[in-house]
Nanobody, 114 residues
Framework: QVQLVESGGGLVQPGGSLRLTCAAS????????MGWYRQAPGKERELVAT???????NYADSVKGRFTISRDNAKNLVYLQMNSVKPEDTAVYYC????????WGQGTQVTVSS
């Protein structure tokens, strides 16, 4: 059974940092293409960042230079390091497995507010 479990969300002040973690199980993680999406209230879900098995990454223009996606293949983990966060980064963040058996995590809330 494929499972993705996110953690690390919470309340953070503008300009602050937060790190999200996605734990994957039930897949060959070394070959997994992973990503993070987010969905703000009243808006469509949007792609934030992706990372392939070799480690190459891509980012949405809105987060380039502020967010970093990375992976630990030994631990089956994907991270999203969020720096210099803005109120518009407020959303539910979802981990996504694109290949093998495409799957969504349950989401973790990130709120950026003073």
């Amino acid at each position: 059974q494929v499972q993705l479990v996110e953690s690390g969300g919470g309340l953070v002040q503008p300009g602050g940092s937060l790190r999200l973690t996605c734990a994957a199980s039930g897949i060959n993680f070394n070959l997994a293409v992973m990503g993070w999406y987010r969905q703000a209230p009243g808006k469509e879900r949007e792609l934030v960042a992706t990372i392939i098995s070799g480690g190459s990454t891509n980012y949405a223009d809105s987060v380039k230079g502020r967010f970093t996606i990375s992976r630990d293949n030994a631990k089956n983990l994907v991270y999203l390091q969020m720096n210099s966060v803005k109120p518009e980064d407020t959303a539910v963040y979802y981990c996504r497995l694109f290949n093998q058996r495409p799957t969504w995590g349950q989401g973790t809330q990130v709120t950026v507010s003073s």
